[in-house]
C-alpha cells in the first residue's frame, strides 16, 4: 500500500486550499471542496474494506452511491490543511442508502464534512448529468466578486453581462455565464438544491453576499474558473466608480466567442 500523504489528489487539495488561503479568498473556516476520486487509484493507498466510521449526511444522494470523495471538514480552517491532513480532509464513499458517508481516512479528531456537503453532492450529481467528466466542486469567499455582489445588481444576464466586459478572456472562459442565487441560509439542504438548479446550466455560481461555487473536471479548471471570475470582479471594483470611457463592446465579445469556436449564451449579450 503506498503512503496516502503523498497521494496525488491529497497534494491537489493541500495546494489548492494553501493558494485560496493565501488568495484571501478562505478566512478562518471560509470555503470548501468536493473531489470525486477514482477508486481504482484510492485502492492503491487505502484499504477499501476499512470503514473507520459511518455518518448521516441527512439527505439523499441516491446517484452517488459507491463514489468516493476528499472533502474539506466542517469548522476546518484552509490555512491549516498543508500542515495536517489527516484532520482537516477526508475520503468518504456514498453507501447503499445513500445517505449516509462511510469514514475511510481523515477527520482523525473525530470531525465530518463540510456543512456544505449538500450543495456539494447536488452539484455533483447535476453537473454529471451534462459533463460525465465533472471532478470538482469548490466553494469559496473571494473578495472581489463578494464586493461586487453589494453593489451591482444580482441578475444573472446583468452580473455575467459585467464580467465579460472587464476581461478579454472572460467569454471564452465561461462562455457559458455565471448563474446568481440570491441570499440565502447556507449548509442547508435548500441551498443545496436551489445550487444544483443552476448547476444543470453554469459551472459558476454566485451565492448572493456570501461568495461562489464552481464546477470543473479538473482542479485547475475550477480553480481556474473562479480564478477568472474574481479577476474580472476586481477590474469592475477598481472601476466602478470612475468615469468609463472605454469597454469591450459585444460586438467584440461575438468575435471572440466565435474565433475561439465557444458555445456562448447569447442571451445574455445586448445585440
Ligand atoms: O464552510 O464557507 O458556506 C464554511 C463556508 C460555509
Ligand atoms: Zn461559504
Redesign the pocket.
Given at each position: 500500500m503506498k503512503n496516502i500523504l503523498n497521494a496525488p489528489f491529497v497534494e491537489e487539495m493541500k495546494k489548492t486550499t494553501a493558494n485560496m488561503y493565501r488568495l484571501g479568498w478562505d478566512e478562518r473556516?471560509?470555503?470548501?471542496i468536493s473531489y470525486l476520486l477514482d477508486e481504482k487509484e484510492v485502492a492503491e493507498y487505502l484499504d477499501l474494506g476499512k470503514v473507520l466510521r459511518t455518518i448521516p449526511t441527512g439527505f439523499d444522494a441516491s446517484p452517488l452511491i459507491g463514489k468516493i470523495f476528499i472533502v474539506t471538514g466542517?469548522g476546518k480552517y484552509f490555512k491549516n490543511v498543508e500542515d495536517d491532513p489527516e484532520t482537516n480532509l477526508g475520503i468518504i464513499r456514498i453507501t447503499e442508502d445513500g445517505t449516509t458517508a462511510e469514514l475511510l481516512w481523515g477527520w482523525k479528531d473525530g470531525g465530518k464534512f463540510?456543512?456544505?456537503l449538500p450543495a456539494h453532492l447536488m452539484s455533483h450529481i447535476a453537473r454529471l448529468k451534462v459533463e460525465p467528466r465533472n471532478r470538482v466542486i469548490m466553494?469559496t469567499?473571494p473578495t472581489y466578486t463578494l464586493a461586487m455582489n453589494y453593489v451591482h445588481e444580482l441578475d444573472e444576464k446583468k452580473f455575467t453581462h459585467s464580467l465579460w466586459e472587464m476581461c478579454t478572456e472572460c467569454i471564452v472562459v465561461f462562455p457559458d455565464g455565471v448563474g446568481v442565487l440570491p441570499w440565502m441560509l447556507?449548509?442547508t439542504a435548500e441551498i443545496g438544491e436551489a445550487t444544483a438548479k443552476k448547476m444543470e446550466e453554469f459551472r459558476l455560481v454566485v451565492w448572493g453576499m456570501?461568495?461562489i461555487y464552481g464546477a470543473g473536471t479538473t482542479m485547475d479548471e475550477t480553480f481556474g474558473l473562479i480564478e477568472t471570475v474574481e479577476k474580472a470582479a476586481q477590474i469592475y471594483m477598481l472601476t466602478a466608480h470612475l468615469p468609463r470611457v472605454n469597454t469591450i463592446r459585444d460586438s467584440e465579445m461575438v468575435e471572440l466567442a466565435e474565433f475561439f469556436k465557444v458555445k456562448y449564451r447569447k442571451d445574455f449579450l445586448n445585440l
Open positions: 473556516n471560509g470555503g470548501n466542517t463540510t456543512s456544505e466553494h469567499h447556507c449548509g456570501h461568495g
